[in-house]
């Protein structure tokens, strides 16, 4: 039940789904209630929660200014501490002034979730930089799949959008740093115009957590709010309120390319070996994580997602898809390779693997072969990645698994166009202005 002790408080409830109780305190989140009121004129009223992340919790607000319909919007509340005049948050400002210079141009921006509104909340816990973004929906998700007609079109279609945001960034100078499905959420639709009740009918009232202290009490101290509020559950809410259109956002992590930073807060399963083995981030660091994003979009499944969430697993079930690492991280620079595998490839370029009871045996992936049919555990290329097609786990309904197979044919051109995102080199990987082109794209 205790969520947390840093802070003396817990939580009644699960805590599942947010953010956590102890993030309330001096530097951190600010404490939010329904129906609060922010920005200039006290325009925007809390309606509801859209979510939280490690930095910041997304509230559903009323823009109570709007002219003749109603309009909701998404108002993101930074924690203090990373509210800093130049936090790279900030960079939104700067595309937003890029895309009012080619407004006209089909260049991407569109599937950027560009600020509305932004201004500071101050708070007891200190001063908060908040955004106010359009309301955006699930990320990449069943939802789309239980709604469309051609799924592989639409998730092809999705992909292009990605790269096409991808694109817009990086002909700025900016890398997004954090590229992952997670951070492409669903545009909505149809909610403008309805009235409070309306909107909560179709998303569902808030369910709140009463936010108790040691001695199981409600509490009266003013870093942390009353309650905390479960976010929207998309899964709940009428494919009709979910474009098909998506949405780039959190740009956290993003960074001009001339001043590089000594790491990401990526998180493992995009993490490029160049980031892993020689903490550089680029240009080619988003790449890598654009093709892996590429591949959960359309599969529904993580492409390299090892048992252990470390860096040398990764690297692990890199060479095991995509074969030896170039010199000189295979020979020097992954220390733990040796152990691993053989310094030679076989007569087929594969990897070795140096000990009987390490992964890339045969023996060992005989054993493995007893895993559900979405996991390619004995996958030697990216077309074997790709062969057990789109899967959706349903861990909410017993037997609400969902397959697709994807043709031979896709298969061949999809693996063609990650082998190409995915070059070990980072200056060897394709630009996304070229990666648009991809027949993938065209299928
Ligand atoms: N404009 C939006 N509309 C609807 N929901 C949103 C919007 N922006 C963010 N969210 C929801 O809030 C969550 C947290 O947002 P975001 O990822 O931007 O926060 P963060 O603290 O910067 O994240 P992280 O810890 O992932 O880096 C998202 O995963 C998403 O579910």
């Known amino acids: 039940m205790a969520d947390g002790e840093s802070n003396g408080l817990h939580l009644e409830l699960a805590p599942f789904g947010l953010e956590h109780i102890y993030d309330y305190e001096p530097d951190g ?4 209630h329904l129906g609060d009121v922010y920005g200039n004129n006290a325009r925007y009223r809390v309606i509801h929660k859209l979510g939280s992340g490690g930095f910041a919790t997304v509230w559903l607000c009323r823009d109570t200014e709007a002219k003749g319909a109603t309009k909701y919007v998404a108002l993101k509340i930074l924690m203090a501490e990373t509210s800093s005049d130049d936090c790279p948050e900030l ?5 937003k002034d890029a895309h009012s210079q080619h407004a006209n141009e089909d260049n991407g921006v569109v599937f950027i979730c560009l600020p509305l509104d932004h201004f500071k909340i101050h708070g007891p816990n200190g001063d ?3 955004f106010v973004y359009p309301v955006l929906g699930p990320n990449v998700s069943l939802s789309l799949f239980r709604a469309s007609a051609d799924p592989d079109n639409d998730l092809r279609s999705l992909g292009l959008q990605v790269s096409k945001a991808v694109k817009f960034l990086h002909r700025q100078g900016i890398c997004h740093g954090d590229i992952t499905p997670n951070n492409v959420l669903h545009r909505t639709t149809g909610l403008d115009g309805l009235n409070e009740d309306e909107v909560l009918k179709i998303l569902g009232s808030p369910v709140v957590n009463t936010v108790l202290n040691a001695s199981q009490e409600r509490h009266h101290g003013s870093t942390a ?3 905390l509020v ?3 559950n998309w899964c709940d809410v009428g494919t009709q309120f979910i474009s098909k259109e998506s949405c780039l956002i959190d740009f956290g992590e993003s960074f001009e390319i001339s001043q590089p930073p000594d790491d990401l807060g990526i998180p ?3 993490r490029s070996p160049e980031l892993i083995l020689d903490k550089k981030a680029s240009f080619g660091s988003d790449i890598w994580a ?4 590429l591949f959960e979009i359309r599969t529904g499944r993580k492409l390299f997602s090892p048992f252990e969430d470390e860096d040398s697993e990764y690297l692990d079930a890199f060479v095991q898809v995509l074969g030896r690492l170039p010199e000189p991280w295979w020979s020097t620079t992954w220390e733990d390779r040796r152990r691993r595998y053989k310094d030679e490839v076989d007569e087929q370029g594969l990897v070795v693997a140096a000990l009987a009871s390490e992964p890339g045996n045969d023996d060992q992936g005989k054993k493995e072969r007893t895993v559900h049919p979405s996991v390619a555990a004995n996958a030697r290329s990216l077309k074997d990645k790709i062969a057990p097609g789109l899967w959706y786990m349903s861990g909410r309904r017993p037997n609400g698994d969902r397959h697709r197979d994807i043709s031979q044919t896709e298969q061949k051109v999809f693996a063609e166009l990650l082998r190409r995102l995915l070059e070990y ?3 060897a990987r394709i630009s996304t202005e070229d990666a648009i082109n991809h027949e993938w794209f065209r299928l």
């Open 91 to 95: 960079r939104v400002n700067q595309l």
């Open 290 to 293: 654009l093709g892996c994003s």
């Open 29 to 32: 989140h600010h404490p939010v």
């Open 230 to 232: 479960y976010p929207v």
């Open 225 to 227: 709010p009353d309650y």
């Open 425 to 427: 080199k980072p200056e």
């Open 128 to 130: 908060h930089i908040s």
């Open 268 to 270: 493992g399963p995009y």
